[in-house]
């Protein structure tokens, strides 16, 4: 069933850039504006295959006709991701229920780099005055409140921090919560240089026995990128500790142990 804010204009065939479309880029237009994948900002993840299994057009040819829709359609494919550029102001134009809230929700759930959110939001008001109440990278503004999210803010990972968020997924016992993770990850990586995806699955698989809950994973990460030079001189000497096993004398000082 077609959402209510994707209402279709009678005149749709009759607009000179559909006019001028091939037959399957007139085809591929339509279905990347009216499926069950697309949402309200028209910015969503969909995969070529997932395109042809829908639309019955050769995957071979995809790419060829996304760059003939270039004009209105943009896709990033390094993230499987389509933006139709004119989808959103042609549903705020057309419905006056139409929710911009709902727009900010749906650029917070798809999670793309936060350098597409901003190329989203500036084209949206700059050529069409649409103001999304969502701010790309936004983190607490006082000292006093760093480390803890404000409610009800959307908060966008760049591209650099989905790859740590993805690895802090796979720590044992880490209960995920994005806003808060990504509130804590900024307060990390600016105080460590070296928190980097390899330090990060380093550390994971190090203590890959163990389930922690987050507050000792938190200290666990925060140990291992203090001591990481240590941990770089010893780590070919040494196999990964087992959560059972004993320490040993060189264990003592290493800065691993998570009480």
Request: aromatic share 12%; with cysteine.
């Amino acid at each position: 069933m077609t959402e209510w804010w994707r209402k279709k204009s009678i005149r749709w065939y009759d607009h000179p850039f559909i006019m001028g479309l091939s037959k399957d880029a007139q085809h591929l237009y339509d279905f990347l504006a009216y499926n069950s994948i697309c949402n309200s900002a028209g910015l969503y993840k969909i995969a070529l295959a997932e395109m042809t299994s829908k639309t019955h057009i050769d995957i071979d040819g995809l790419p060829d006709l996304l760059k003939e829709l270039e004009k209105n359609i943009k896709w990033y494919p390094e993230f499987n991701i389509i933006w139709h550029k004119e989808l959103l102001n042609n549903q705020t134009s057309k419905n006056q229920k139409f929710s911009l809230v709902k727009v900010a929700k749906d650029l917070k759930d798809i999670r793309c780099p936060s350098e597409i959110i901003r190329e989203f939001l500036d084209y949206n008001s700059e050529r069409y005055g649409i103001e999304i109440p969502i701010e790309e990278g936004r983190r607490p503004s006082k000292p006093a409140e760093a480390g803890a999210e404000k409610a009800g803010e959307v908060y966008i990972p760049t591209a650099p921090e989905i790859e740590l968020l993805e690895v802090i997924k796979t720590f044992k016992g880490w209960e995920y919560q994005e806003n808060r993770d990504l509130v804590w990850l900024r307060d990390l990586t600016a105080e460590f240089d070296n928190a980097t995806v390899k330090n990060f699955k380093d550390c994971r698989d190090w203590f890959s026995e163990e389930t922690k809950k987050i507050g000792a994973w938190k200290k666990t990460i925060r140990n291992w990128l203090t001591n990481e030079p240590k941990y770089k001189k010893e780590k070919g000497s040494r196999q990964p500790r087992k959560p059972d096993e004993p320490k040993t004398s060189g264990d003592e000082n290493d800065g691993m142990e998570v009480e």
